[in-house]
């Protein structure tokens, strides 16, 4: 197994990234956002991806992703039937980690069939079939402290903020001191989306 790669951008395809660790290439394929993120990288310049090894009778295919959790949801798309990873793949090319979350959760089909290879019932399917996965995330909430009484937010909108940031990594703590800290201005947030970027701005600037 090989978890991750630690060495230098060798090269940079459409769909692919080679990675020099120690003067052996590793080809690694990566999503459309992948490769935007390496691009911002040069020729030589130090890098570290997450990976996972897929092994058939016909080859080994690596693929790459620049967080442990866009890795995990990765792999639950590819438990889904009629879903490979290519397809799960191209799921990550046509949408961020936070939408396909949020389009999972929210139980939101037309979001995910934005995905080539994704037609409106594998959507579905992906959804029926996830869905609970990712709302047993809600067991690691602590029993006491939390944010479900928070005055003037609907009791959806806290759960789906909830959800989403535990699918994202985000420890309990970490959600529940955010939602407490913010909730005045996340009162003020148009809709859900919004509420979700100000808490990961919140939650992204806490790890500084």
Do not use: C
Not at 44 to 56: A, C, D, E, K, S
């Amino acid at each position: 197994m090989i978890a991750f790669l630690s060495g230098t951008l060798a090269s940079l395809g459409r769909d692919s990234a080679i990675v020099d660790v120690h003067g052996v290439g590793y080809e690694a394929r990566i999503s459309e956002s992948t490769r935007l993120q390496l691009q911002t990288l040069s020729e030589g310049q130090t890098l570290r991806l997450i990976t996972h090894l897929i092994v058939r009778d016909d080859g080994m295919e690596l693929f790459g992703f620049m967080s442990p959790q866009e890795k995990d949801l990765f792999l639950l798309l590819t438990k889904v039937s009629s879903v490979g990873p290519r397809t799960a793949l191209n799921v990550f090319s046509a949408l961020s980690l936070e939408e396909i979350v949020r389009a999972i959760v929210s139980n939101q089909p037309k979001v995910l069939s934005a995905a080539p290879g994704i037609g409106a019932k594998t959507a579905q399917r992906i959804i029926l079939e996830l869905r609970e996965k990712l709302v047993k995330l809600q067991l690691a909430l602590p029993a006491g402290g939390t944010a479900s009484d928070l005055p003037g937010l609907p009791s959806d909108w806290i759960e789906e903020l909830e959800l989403t940031l535990l699918a994202l990594g985000y420890a309990p703590e970490e959600i529940q001191s955010a939602l407490m800290e913010l909730g005045p201005l996340l009162q003020e947030q148009a809709s859900v989306d919004d509420a979700i970027r100000l808490l990961l701005s919140r939650l992204g600037s806490g790890k500084d």
